[in-house]
């Protein structure tokens, strides 16, 4: 996809509707506030969700135009990264002992256990 902008054509590696967002309520500022998760320090507010949600991929939509523009690297999607399903983790031993004797219990894996306690969050 290209974008012009002035006399320089920019090519987005990637679209606003490609990142990961949410939407809560802020009691204090009375307006919806959407964030985008590969942009942490981006926020935009709106008097509803889904302005909120558009004003948010708007702002996204200027910042990978300008990371483009400027050479610099865009973060990728979640949405486009590829995840292998092995994660290595590193616990305190007493945890690792907890989880494995609660493991054994429930007569289930290690890593069945910390799956399913993922899956309950």
């Known amino acids: 996809m290209a974008k012009r902008r002035g006399a320089l054509a920019v090519s987005l590696e990637y679209r606003p509707e490609q990142y990961t967002y949410t939407v809560s309520y802020s009691e204090e500022d009375r307006v919806h506030v959407a964030r985008v998760a590969e942009f942490p320090s981006l926020a935009a507010h709106g008097d509803s969700p ?31 990264r590829k995840y292998s399903g092995k994660l290595n983790l590193r616990l305190p031993e007493f945890l690792h002992r ?24």
């Open 50 to 80: 889904a302005a909120a949600l558009e004003e948010i991929q708007f702002v996204v939509r200027i910042v990978i135009e300008d990371l483009a523009e400027s050479g610099e690297e865009t973060p990728e999607p979640f949405s486009k």
């Open 98 to 121: 907890q989880l494995a004797i609660e493991a054994a219990q429930e007569g289930v894996s290690l890593n069945q256990l910390i799956a399913l306690k993922a899956e309950l969050k």
